[in-house]
């Protein structure tokens, strides 16, 4: 009798085990996207707009979004245009609206970090194949908005 009293406790703490699961992690499906659109930059107290500005996202190995902006030229004075990649954004996907943010992110052109124009308050927002987003880089404030590429 007494085995089966030990039997049947042990037989309750398994199951109870069992049933308590930790809560199911959810992992974001985002899709990596391009976008082409307007960013605009704040310089010497005037916006300069540059059209047709590509921005691609995509999720990284570990996690976050990696943002690269391609062929910007942010002021006029800028003798050349440059790619610029901005790692470790984090984010959020919730009822098809992706969120995502960051904050004191040093930028790369290649493989060259860019410290002089440190990302500070990243924000964005991605929903229904529009993009909207605002940040610094350094003391610039900058916004971009786009739509997605057709693929």
């Known amino acids: 009798m007494k085995a089966i009293k030990i039997l049947a406790a042990t037989a309750l703490v398994a199951f109870a085990a069992i ?4 809560d199911e992690v959810v992992t974001p499906s985002y899709d990596n996207g391009a976008y082409v659109g307007v960013m605009s930059v704040e310089y010497q107290g005037e916006n300069y707009d540059n059209e047709n ?5 995509a999720v990284a190995e570990d996690g ?6 391609k062929q910007i030229k942010f002021v006029p004075q800028m003798p ?4 610029i990649t ?3 954004i984090a984010y959020n996907e919730k ?4 969120t995502f943010s960051g904050d004191n992110i040093v930028p ?6 860019v410290e002089r124009y440190l990302v500070t308050g990243l924000t964005g927002r991605i929903e229904d194949g529009h ?3 605002s940040l610094n880089f350094g003391s610039f404030p900058t916004s971009y908005a786009g739509d997605t590429i057709a693929r």
Do not use: A, R, Y
């Not at 500005?53 to 996202?57: A, F």
């Not at 790369?108 to 970090?113: A, C, D, H, I, N």
């Open 86 to 88: 901005v790692p470790g």
């Open 80 to 83: 050349v245009t440059v790619d």
């Open 95 to 98: 009822d098809g609206v992706v």
């Open 131 to 133: 993009i909207e987003i």
């Open 108 to 113: 790369l052109t290649g493989v060259k970090p």
């Open 19 to 22: 049933s308590c699961k930790e």
């Open 53 to 57: 500005i590509q921005v691609n996202m």
């Open 64 to 69: 976050t979004l990696t943002m690269d902006i």
